[in-house]
Structures are given as C-alpha cells and as structure tokens.
C-alpha cells in the first residue's frame, strides 16, 4: 500500500495542473503564506460591517474555504487582531463561521483558547492570528506566517 512521497506529490501536482482542489499536509498549510485576498478579507472585520449582511458573510467564508482546501476540520477555531475601534478597545475576535466579531477592552477575558493569542495580536506587530487547539499561527502583514506551538 505503501505510495512514495514522491508519487503523492506528482500525484498532488497533477491534480493541481488539472484545476482540481490540492489536498496539503496540516504543517504544511500552517506554514503556507497567506493570500492577500483572504488578508485583506479578515483584516476588514475590525468594521464588522460583515455581519449584516448575508452575501459578505457568503463570501468571507469561501475565501476561508479558498486558504483551507482541506475543509473547515482544518480551520482555525478564530481569529485574533489588534482592533482599530480606539478607547480601550484592545483586540477582537472572530470565529470560525466567519459571523461572529467581538471586540474586547483591555482586561476583559477572552473566550478559551483566545487569550494565550492577546499580546500577539494587541502588540499589532501581525496582521492577525489564527488560533488553533494546539496552536498559534502568527500572520505578517505580507501573508508570511510564524507557527508556535502552545
């Protein structure tokens, strides 16, 4: 049964040439750089204007899907992001429906999982962070990503 890394990416880059979905290795998707698109698509939901509409909320979720060709068992549980609101707004959160935007004060706890991620995303050195069970993800202004394992 046994088919060789070799084979697998042949096969992986033939279907990929083919316009065919290409299925990535988990540690390989967390170490992908990340397209501008789904950038600038996460970045904006410091406005939350998303939320109120349904075609919006269609389209975040299909550039999520779009970044995660191996399903949303892949996604991250959420994002956290330095939020722009001002006062003592720190940071906010999104989940991993593409619906749900919380903006947090300083000090306010955050919901589990989320807050082993504030100073990174409060420091608004990364454009954002994806948070992960077992792990963070650290997203660069240009798309390039810093894994840590928690």
Request: glycine share 12%; charged share 20%; with cysteine.
């Amino acid at each position: 049964m046994g088919v060789s890394k070799q084979g697998t990416l042949e096969a992986l880059q033939s279907k990929s040439e083919q316009g065919e979905r290409t299925v990535v290795s988990a540690s390989e998707q967390l170490r992908r750089r990340r397209s501008r698109q789904y950038l600038d698509a996460l970045t904006a939901m410091d406005a939350g204007g998303h939320l109120h509409c349904s075609e919006a909320v269609s389209k975040l979720r299909d550039v999520i899907a779009a970044e995660f060709p191996n399903g949303p068992g892949t996604w991250p549980l959420g994002w956290l992001g330095k939020c722009y609101l001002g006062g003592s707004y720190e940071v906010h959160t999104l989940d991993f429906t593409g619906q749900i935007v919380r903006h947090f004060k300083r000090g306010e706890a955050l919901p589990d999982g989320f807050e082993r991620a504030r100073s990174l995303a409060g420091g608004g050195q990364y454009a954002l962070i994806e948070v992960f069970s077992d792990q963070l993800v650290a997203i660069a202004q240009d798309g390039s990503t810093s894994v840590l394992t928690s």
